[in-house]
C-alpha cells in the first residue's frame, strides 16, 4: 500500500500565475485521477484555508466523507493566514474541529518570520495537550529555526507523533539548517514527510534534484524510515514535476534506500500512524 503523506485539494485554485481552469485543477477528482493511474492507495489531505477557500476544512471533510477507503482529512487549524492565528482559544478551535469531523490530524502553519515560542507557551502547550488527548496527528510547516520549539513540544507531549512537511524545509547546502533538523531526530515522535523536493533545490526545474537527495540522504541516516514518509504534494507539485516524477524522485533515485525500508517511507509508517493496513508488495 502507497500512501500519499502530503497532497492538497480545493474547490478553486489559489495559485498565481492564474490557470485556464481554476474551478477544476484542485478539486478532488484530480487528485483520486493522479492516485489511481499512480497506483497510490490512500492519501492524507492537508487542508489549507488559503486564498478563495475559507471553507478548505468543510470541502475536504465532505469528500473524504464520500472516499473513506482513500481520503484522510488533516484539518487546518489557525495556520498563519488566519485570523485566528495564535490568538487565544486554539486549543478550543481544535477540539471543535475535531467534534464536527472525523480527521485524523491536523495541521499549522507557522510563519516563516514567527520564533515558534507560541507552541511551547501557554496557549500553544494548551493547544498540544487538546491534541494528545483527541488522539491527533500533527503535521507541521516549519523551518529549520522552528526545530528547537517543536523539539520542547515534542518532549512533554512524547504520545503526539509531530510529521515535519517538506524535509523540514532545509535547502541544499545550508549546513546549520540541516544540523538544526537532525537534531530532532532525537525524538521519537518526530517525523519528516519525503515531500517537497523542489523547495530544497537550487534548481527547481532540474530533476530528479539531486542536491535534495543529499538532505534526504542524510535524514534518512538520522530519522530511519519508520519516522519518514513520502507526500506528492499535490497539485502544487505541478508547478515542478508530475506526480509519477513526486513518487519516482524517491523510489526510483534515491537508490541507496534498501527496499525494504522504502516500504516503510512509501506506505508503512504513516499507516502505523493512521491504524490502517499496508503491504509489502508496493514497490
Not at 492519501?43 to 481520503?71: G, S, T
Not at 497539485?235 to 509519477?244: E, G, L
Request: aromatic share 12%; net charge negative.
Amino acid at each position: 500500500m502507497i500512501i500519499d503523506a502530503h497532497c492538497h485539494a480545493w474547490t478553486y485554485w489559489p495559485y498565481r500565475p492564474p490557470v485556464p481552469d481554476p474551478e477544476h485543477r484542485g478539486r478532488v477528482e484530480q487528485l483520486l485521477h493522479e492516485m489511481d493511474i499512480n497506483g497510490v492507495d490512500q492519501a492524507v489531505v492537508i487542508c489549507a484555508q488559503i486564498d478563495h477557500n475559507p471553507d478548505n476544512n468543510a470541502y475536504i471533510a465532505q469528500q473524504a466523507a464520500k472516499h473513506p477507503a482513500r481520503l484522510h482529512q488533516f484539518a487546518d487549524v489557525d495556520s498563519f493566514w488566519s485570523p485566528t492565528y495564535h490568538q487565544p482559544g486554539a486549543a478550543d478551535r481544535l477540539r471543535q474541529i475535531a467534534g464536527q469531523w472525523p480527521v485524523k490530524g491536523f495541521t499549522h502553519y507557522l510563519a516563516d518570520e514567527d520564533d515558534g515560542a507560541w507552541l511551547y507557551g501557554e496557549e500553544g502547550l494548551a493547544f498540544f495537550r487538546a491534541a494528545a488527548e483527541l488522539g491527533l496527528i500533527a503535521s507541521i510547516a516549519c523551518q529549520p529555526h522552528h526545530q528547537r520549539a517543536i523539539r520542547k513540544v515534542a518532549e512533554r507531549f512524547p504520545e503526539t507523533p509531530i510529521l515535519c512537511h517538506h524535509l523540514g524545509m532545509v535547502k541544499a547546502g545550508d549546513t546549520a539548517a540541516l544540523t538544526e533538523v537532525l537534531e530532532s531526530a532525537r525524538l521519537p515522535n518526530i517525523y519528516i514527510k519525503l515531500s517537497g523536493f523542489a523547495y530544497s533545490t537550487r534548481v527547481q526545474w532540474e530533476y530528479p534534484y539531486s542536491d535534495a537527495r543529499e538532505i534526504v540522504r542524510a535524514e534518512y541516516e538520522h530519522f530511519g524510515p519508520r519516522r519518514m514518509c513520502w507526500g506528492s504534494d499535490y497539485p502544487v507539485v505541478r508547478f515542478f514535476m508530475t506526480y509519477r516524477q513526486a513518487i519516482e524522485a524517491f523510489r526510483t533515485h534515491c537508490a541507496f534506500v534498501p527496499d525494504a525500508d522504502k516500504a516503510w517511507i512509501l506506505g508503512q509508517t504513516l499507516g502505523g500512524l493512521l491504524g490502517v493496513s499496508a503491504r509489502a508488495d508496493l514497490l
